[in-house]
């Protein structure tokens, strides 16, 4: 259990419980102020080590559809490739390759329904940890950013790939499947 001290409360939170919906980082982060040194929850960015490695290594793309809320996607992709980006990828391409999957595995009679779809992992961890009898209908297969990650690792065996979103829980689950290196 963590705390972040507000000015007029304290906050507890169990990391056990958490779905990763980064609401806890902007109460936080808003408590003090908008300085990021008081909070005691930050989301974590990858771009110093990625901009340090770039020189170095083939590195590829991965940009969430919802990375527009932080960046205007045609300048974004243009920086890429003038820092060095190689390839350039968006994930609705993960996002088609999920649901070709879902689709053979309901036609094929390979999952038990009604099919949750697994797209957000915040809500496949809500489900997890608060409606563990609905866990069997979860989709067992990748987000859309896992399934193109595997793709694109297929494509681009030894390059390393980066993920732009906003989102905080897919920094936990890029981690565990260790497929993609930097997150931003």
């Given at each position: ?24 980082i ?40 919802s ?25 609705s ?92």
């Amino acid at each position: 259990v963590q705390t972040c001290a507000l000015p007029i409360l304290l906050v507890k939170f169990d990391n056990d419980l958490c779905i990763g919906c980064g609401r806890c980082i902007d109460a936080c982060l808003n408590s003090h102020g908008g300085i990021i040194e008081k909070s005691a929850r930050f989301a974590i960015d990858d771009a110093p080590q990625l901009m340090a490695d770039l020189p170095h290594k083939e590195i590829v793309a991965l940009i969430a559809p919802s990375a527009q809320s932080n960046f205007k996607l045609s300048k974004l992709i243009s920086a890429l490739k003038k820092l060095g980006i190689k390839h350039v990828y968006d994930v609705s391409l993960g996002a088609e390759i999920t649901v070709a999957l879902y689709h053979d595995a309901i036609t094929k009679g390979r999952v038990k329904t009604p099919l949750i779809a697994t797209p957000c992992p915040a809500i496949v961890k809500y489900i997890q940890l608060n409606h563990p009898t609905l866990i069997q209908h979860l989709a067992p297969y990748g987000s859309p950013v896992h399934n193109l990650a595997v793709y694109v690792k297929s494509l681009h065996p030894y390059a390393e790939m980066v993920f732009f979103s906003p989102c905080v829980e897919k920094r936990r689950e890029i981690k565990k499947q260790q497929l993609i290196k930097y997150n931003v």
